[in-house]
């Protein structure tokens, strides 16, 4: 089980971030425009929101910090890395970047 997170913008979906789910690496969509971890601060910082599938805001801070940045575990092991054909690299941390849309 997963949670999605979105940007908004003008009361309208806008893009898919990425999706954090228990015991895996934190997945960021890549669009051409958008390609890694500082193209995403960059774009966070326009003037989105960030939500999650379930309405909740989250400001640009705690969304990376929440769910991107920070050291975790799951059951004492680190996160597991994507490798399915659509994951496009792996991330300096805890995230990789992935090329479709997913959810």
Known sequence: ????????????????IGKS???WCFSFRVYRDIKN???????LDSKVLIKDEYGKEYSK???LESFVK????YNGQPPKRHTHPFVVG???GHWDY???DFS
């Open 90 to 92: 792996w991330g300096e």
């Open 70 to 73: 920070r050291d975790r575990t």
């Open 1 to 16: 089980m997963g949670t999605n997170f979105y940007t908004e913008r003008e009361g309208r979906y806008d893009r898919h």
């Open 61 to 63: 801070e705690e969304f």
């Open 98 to 100: 992935i090329g479709i």
């Open 21 to 23: 789910s228990a015991g």
């Open 37 to 43: 971890l500082q193209d995403w601060e960059r774009y």
